[in-house]
């Protein structure tokens, strides 16, 4: 599976955006999958997981709320809608793939990942 992921940008607090990442290959569609962010100097952390079927899904704390996954199985595309930004979501994000997994379950940990996007920059200025 290739991973392509998009939609980053420069924005201001409290502004909005919408993350997308493109797959390339009909495993996706029984592919649990996640975004995964990662801000200078710290470590890659989880963002957002839905199950292959689309529900259920899974939050960070610090974006419960505010941001939502979601996927479409017809264009083979997942998406990070991002509200109310802070600069503390200043990050690089990832989309990742679980591939052909299937069942219910979503996944929080990087390592129970197996395809990653290249990573689209978010930036949030106060």
């Known amino acids: 599976v290739q991973l392509q992921a998009s939609g980053g940008g420069m924005v201001q607090t409290g502004a909005s955006l919408r993350l997308s990442c493109a797959t390339s290959d009909g495993t996706f569609s029984r592919s649990p999958m996640g975004w995964f962010r990662q801000a200078p100097g710290k470590e890659r952390e989880f963002v957002a997981a839905v199950a292959w079927r689309g529900s259920p899904t899974s939050y960070a704390n610090s974006v419960r709320g505010r941001f939502t996954i979601s996927r479409d199985h017809a264009k083979n595309m997942i998406y990070l809608r991002m509200n109310n930004l802070k600069p503390e979501d200043t990050a690089v994000y990832y989309c990742?793939?679980?591939?052909?997994?299937?069942?219910?379950?979503?996944?929080?940990?990087?390592?129970?990942?197996?395809?990653w996007g290249q990573g689209t920059q978010v930036t949030v200025s106060s």
């Open positions: 990742a793939a679980k591939l052909g997994a299937g069942g219910s379950a979503y996944y929080t940990e990087a390592i129970q990942y197996d395809d």
